[in-house]
């Protein structure tokens, strides 16, 4: 098991070896799937999808209905956890710097301001963070997963204090 674990990103590595410490019970492969789609479900709910950031170009499938993109979205997930040793991970860089982190860990932006002036200078939509719309047309249903309002978590104060648009 060991060896698998050194296939993982250094930040995923660590919260595998925090379960096997916390878990009694012997260590399997499929105790290390589940909390990889335990991990892919968290990363998705801070909204920068894992799945997106990871999973080769071609194994990302698309839908034509509501649901089933939503099935589509689920499914990619488990691929994801299910054949991650060994992936070529493709990783999607940060929408405002082009960093190797997170949207909303940004520090180069690192302000609600600066973020906001970032995105209107790229023309971004706030709830997506795709330039091909704005936010009023926008038809993504996610909603920010710090406060449950329409704008990327990327724009959200985690006090409480949202960027106003």
């Known amino acids: ?48 999808s894992f799945s997106s ?25 488990y691929q994801v956890a299910e054949s991650a040793i060994g992936r070529i991970k493709i990783r999607r860089p940060c929408i405002f710097c082009k960093g190797e982190h997170f949207n909303s860990e940004c520090k180069r932006y690192g302000t609600l301001e600066q973020r906001k002036r970032r995105a209107y200078e790229l023309g971004l939509c706030i709830k997506c963070l795709r330039s091909n719309h704005r936010f009023k047309n926008c038809t993504i249903t996610k909603k920010c997963c710090y406060c449950q309002k329409d704008h990327n978590s990327a724009f959200c104060d985690r006090f409480g204090n949202v960027v106003n648009w």
């Open 53 to 77: 950031r990871y999973v080769r170009k071609d194994e990302l499938k698309t839908a034509d209905t509501t649901r089933g993109r939503e099935v589509a979205r689920i499914q990619t997930s």
């Open 1 to 48: 098991m060991m060896i698998l674990q050194d296939k993982f990103p250094r930040d995923i590595a660590l919260e595998i070896v925090r379960a096997k410490l916390n878990m009694r019970k012997e260590w399997n492969l499929e105790k290390l799937m589940k909390l990889l789609y335990e991990i892919i479900q968290a990363r998705e709910c801070v909204g920068t």
